[in-house]
């Protein structure tokens, strides 16, 4: 540091310490436009968060390549040989299971939630005669009972890594123990409502199975879904389904029978060889697609809009501290003409001089900007709590950014350059004759 700032910075300390309440009230004017800045930088990124929390829970984090395979028998065999102990790839299939009476009716047919948006069931088509009369495709011949129907996903990995479904009691399925021949399930939070209101048996139906296992639930998680939802690991599954019908299964146009894949990026060493291995057993390789989820850069024009919107309206509110730190720092010169002319006759340079008066106002600016952060973490900290629930469950995890931290440190170094700027020109331009009015 050189000793003409350095001697800027101890005479501009000087100056704050002799002049405490001038100070705080050009603080004071100048919190809220730095606290505003912290705030609307704070809340784009939580919005961006919100933005992408569901869209990650159901298509994946971004960079994610999501590899479509169609049905094929020997679709199963070939992801297990290829993909069991990797962590770089995960393989999903969904199908319907219902679990509790056998040759009943499902309280939630189609895996329709319990609460919310399509409560009682949507999973029947309707058909409608020529009169306008629509009835549901559902059989009516057979009774309703205490069943639930769940929309079945088999693992063949930890798809955390992918979709980040947060949990929310119990525990998640465990890859690396051996399998086990009562099938380990995970419910959503739709299907752990229906498992809590009712008392259902524990027989787990599945189309193509030899047999009906007895489900073992060990755990919920929020995988962002509305219907009803299982998760269960592949092997444990094939215990019970044949490979024939691992991946065909029954026809149901509700879930599918395709898997998908889940990749860490495009392009990889897996993705080559599963592709290789798959058209070798007889999947055509043009119905093999490949995404790649770029949910943030779909996402960025729209979030960087509303950013630069709050921005312009807080920048608004930083003006108004600005203008009072000028008014402040005009003042404080025109009180020390004489004391800046005293030290042009001995020999202080007009940078020097400026310097002090601007060093003043940056100061002030950096102390305004730490308490504003201060007050906006504080503040952060005790929201996420009280908000991160239901929906806004991704807020627990968050943290305050430091994206707010800096553009609340940038504000106060602009706010102390802009209001002090002209105050400083004034001190350096000091005629040194001015000292012979003192």
């Keep these: 540091m050189s000793g ?13 310490r002799a002049r405490k309440l001038r100070t705080f009230l050009s603080m004071v004017s100048l919190f809220l436009g730095v606290l505003a800045i912290v705030v609307v930088q704070a809340g784009s990124q939580v919005a961006e968060r919100a933005m992408l929390a569901d869209v990650e829970l159901n298509s994946g984090k971004d960079g994610t390549a999501q590899l479509f395979v169609p049905s094929n028998p020997k679709v199963p065999q070939v992801l297990a040989e290829t993909l069991t102990g990797r962590s770089d790839a995960v393989a999903m299939r969904s199908t319907s299971a219902t679990i509790g009476e056998p040759g009943v009716r499902a309280l939630n047919p189609g895996a329709s939630p319990f609460e919310g948006p399509g409560a009682g069931g949507y999973g029947y088509p309707m058909t409608c005669d020529s009169q306008g009369n629509c009835t549901s495709g559902e059989d009516q011949s057979v009774p309703k009972g205490v069943a639930i129907e769940v929309r079945l996903t088999s693992l063949t990995g930890d798809v ?18 051996a399998p086990s021949l009562a099938p380990r399930i995970v419910l959503n939070k739709q299907a752990a409502v229906g498992f809590q209101r009712y008392r259902v048996p524990a027989q787990m139906r599945i189309a193509g199975a030899t047999a009906d296992p007895t489900p073992q639930i060990i755990g919920v998680v929020d995988d962002g879904g509305y219907g009803a939802a299982a998760y269960v690991r592949q092997d444990e599954l094939s215990n019970w389904v044949p490979s024939t019908t691992a991946t065909a299964g029954a026809p149901d146009p509700r879930f599918g029978g395709g898997t998908s894949v889940l990749l860490s990026g495009a392009g990889t060493d897996v993705e080559r060889v599963l592709k290789s291995r798959l058209a070798a057993n007889g999947v055509d390789p043009s119905q093999l697609r490949t995404e790649l989820v770029q949910s943030r850069a779909r996402a960025a024009s729209t979030l960087n809009l509303m950013r630069w919107i709050f921005l312009g309206m807080a920048a608004l509110v930083l003006l108004i501290g600005v203008a009072a730190i000028l008014n402040v720092g005009l003042a404080t010169v025109g009180e020390r003409v004489e004391e800046f002319a005293l030290r042009r006759a001995v020999g ?12 003043e106002t940056l100061l002030t600016g950096l102390f305004t ?13 005790i929201a996420v709590p009280l908000l991160g629930s239901g929906r806004m469950a991704f807020l627990r995890d968050l943290s305050f950014p430091w994206q707010a931290a800096v553009a609340g440190i940038i504000a106060g170094l602009v706010a102390g350059v802009l209001g002090g700027s002209i105050p400083a020109l004034r001190a350096a331009r000091i005629p040194i004759a001015t000292v012979m009015r003192a």
Excluded at 369 to 381: E, N
Aim: proline share 2%; glycine share 12%.
């Design 4 to 16: 003409q700032l350095r001697s800027a910075l101890i005479i501009g300390v000087q100056g704050i």
């Design 160 to 177: 955390r890594q992918f979709r980040p479904y947060r949990q929310e009691s119990g525990r998640w399925l465990d890859f690396d123990s």
């Design 369 to 381: 900007a730490g308490a504003a952060i201060g007050v906006g973490a504080l503040a952060f900290k």
């Design 348 to 359: 202080t340079s007009r940078l020097l001089l400026a310097g002090i008066v601007l060093a």
